[in-house]
């Protein structure tokens, strides 16, 4: 069996409403290309936002400016999308996220446009880069999640995490471990460190696992000043890259082989023989 995918690549505003056009322009794009699924990169309705609480707080409930837009987008398309991730200032317990934070909210839409699953990306990009803009504490605007989440779809069942998760080898075994056949890392990966690293963890989670790798990404240069390093890619579970795309602004369509997936899985069967 095999499942048709988009994935859209932006280089997105920090302005919500000047992003908006854009998904909606693209993610119909994607849909008239007879595809099950699409696939948002992180940050899609605002990158480098000066107040990202004020978006969270307009997104508490599913009638949210951006989360009903891709709702309805999804059930005007009779597609499912996997939106990247959004600022939230609510956790999934409905619990406030403390004063001057939100949450990075990945959201999975179905084709009816119902919210199915909701991931709140893990690990902060606290860091330092030679680029532009040099230093990242993403934890002082972003509270980290702490659940792992799987969902069945059309696809199969899907792992989801985000951008810098894919650093983090455990987390993706953990996916695999719950049923994961395929794993998402909507990104927004600096030039620097995308340029150096991004493949080869790629490679590395789909090999670790048998299973498919799915990055929609940012990939240009921002009106916030960041930049970003694009490349959106799907690499296959024998660690093959699938699709991959530039810069600016595309779609890019992947087909999954599970059967293939189900071949290598039988034939060397890691999953069986684990020691530790």
């Not at 299973?211 to 799907?234: K, L, P, W």
Request: hydrophobic fraction near 40%.
């Amino acid at each position: 069996m095999k499942h048709r995918i988009a994935l859209v690549q932006m280089v997105s505003s920090k302005d919500v409403a000047l992003n908006l056009p854009r998904v909606d322009a693209l993610v119909r794009r994607a849909s008239g290309l007879g595809v099950e699924a699409i696939f948002l990169p992180e940050n899609f309705a605002a990158l480098g936002n000066d107040e990202p609480r004020a978006i969270g707080d307009a997104e508490t409930s599913p009638q949210g400016p951006v989360r009903g837009f891709v709702a309805e987008l999804a059930r005007d398309l009779g597609c499912w999308i996997f939106a990247g991730t959004l600022p939230l200032s609510v956790r999934p317990d409905g619990s406030p996220v403390p004063a001057g934070r939100v949450r990075a909210a990945s959201f999975v839409f179905d084709h009816t446009g119902n919210e199915v699953a909701r991931y709140d990306k893990i690990h902060m990009f606290d860091v330092d880069v030679e680029d532009n803009q040099k230093h990242y504490v993403e934890s002082n605007t972003f509270e980290p999640g702490d659940a792992v989440v799987c969902l069945d779809s059309p696809i199969g069942t899907v792992g989801l995490g985000v951008c810098y998760d894919i650093r983090f080898p455990e987390l993706y075994r953990r996916l695999g471990s719950d049923g994961a056949l395929s794993m998402t890392v909507p990104s927004a990966f600096t030039r620097v460190t995308g340029a150096a690293h991004f493949e080869v963890l790629m490679r590395a989670r789909a090999i670790e696992n048998f299973a498919f790798m799915i990055a929609a990404c940012q990939g240009g240069v921002h009106d916030s000043g960041r930049e970003t390093y694009g490349n959106s890619m799907v690499v296959g579970p024998w660690g093959d890259v699938i699709c991959r795309g530039g810069e600016g602004e595309d779609v890019i369509v992947a087909e999954l082989d599970m059967d293939r997936l189900q071949e290598i899985r039988r034939d060397m069967p890691v999953h069986r023989q684990r020691r530790l």
